[in-house]
């Protein structure tokens, strides 16, 4: 079945670091991908998104490029900041009927200053 | 846009008591999803609403568990009989569908704790 891996965290980094989460996933046909970012005690929000084949995702100073060779969907950040700290999801739409949403089991971020 | 919003935020109970959330869809979204998430977990499908049917169940939702859309606009889950595994956050999305385009709006959850 369609499923989504991600690197365990957590990861912590300075301020002004490059970030990476690798993000990997299973999944037939052409799901589209997502990650969605979770900060303390609230639900989750959406941060970017990419629906087909070497489509890149932007938001925020942050991106992620549709690697279908790779079957990958990993999130970079050029300079992280302390406002970035939470939990970053990957997902994938299963495409079906449903479009139900498949997540990964989060990546927590915590950037020092 | 007002957003997904959910109630109650939190709430705590004994086991065996019943409880139920409330979630209110954005307003011309038709699609409405319930998810489950526990601790260090990423969440879990749990059920599916087009309009007021209820399309898709998963395995995860027992018998103790279910969920309604009356009037195809808000959407409740209901959980009788809790047990102390029913602690979690219950995220409720919604969308509109638009193929590959589509994209889930979450609320900000309810966390239940079961003592």
């Known amino acids: 079945g369609n499923s989504v891996t991600q690197m365990e965290g957590p990861v912590t980094l300075s301020e002004e670091a490059f970030l990476t989460i690798n993000c990997t996933y299973t999944?037939?046909?052409?799901?589209?991908l997502f990650w969605y970012v979770q900060y303390p005690g609230e639900g989750l929000q959406l941060l970017l998104k990419?629906?087909?084949?070497?489509d890149k995702g932007s938001n925020k100073g942050f991106e992620a490029t549709y690697r279908k060779e790779t079957t990958s969907f990993h999130l970079e950040k050029g300079s992280v900041q302390v406002s970035d700290s939470a939990v970053y999801f990957c997902?994938?739409?299963?495409?079906?009927?449903?479009?139900?949403?498949?997540f990964g089991t989060g990546t927590l971020l915590a950037v020092q200053p | 846009d007002t957003g997904v919003s959910q109630d109650p935020r939190h709430k705590i109970t004994k086991r065996g008591q019943n409880v139920t959330f409330r979630c209110d869809p954005i307003?011309?979204?038709?699609?409405l999803y319930w998810y489950r998430q526990t601790l260090g977990q990423g969440p879990e499908f749990l059920t599916y609403?087009?309009?007021?049917?209820?399309?898709?169940k998963s395995r995860l939702l027992s018998d103790r568990f279910s969920a309604e859309r009356p009037k195809g606009s808000f959407s409740t889950l209901e959980i009788q009989r809790t047990e102390q595994g029913d602690s979690a956050m219950y995220l409720c999305?919604?969308?509109?569908?638009?193929?590959?385009?589509?994209?889930?709006?979450f609320g900000p959850g309810t966390r239940l704790l079961v003592l």
């Open positions: 609403f087009q309009n007021e049917a209820q399309l898709e």
């Open positions: 307003s011309e979204h038709n699609r």
């Open positions: 999305a919604s969308s509109f569908p638009r193929g590959a385009q589509e994209t889930q709006y």
């Open positions: 999944a037939t046909g052409y799901p589209s």
């Open positions: 997902a994938l739409s299963d495409g079906g009927a449903t479009n139900k949403l498949i």
């Open positions: 990419a629906t087909k084949a070497d």
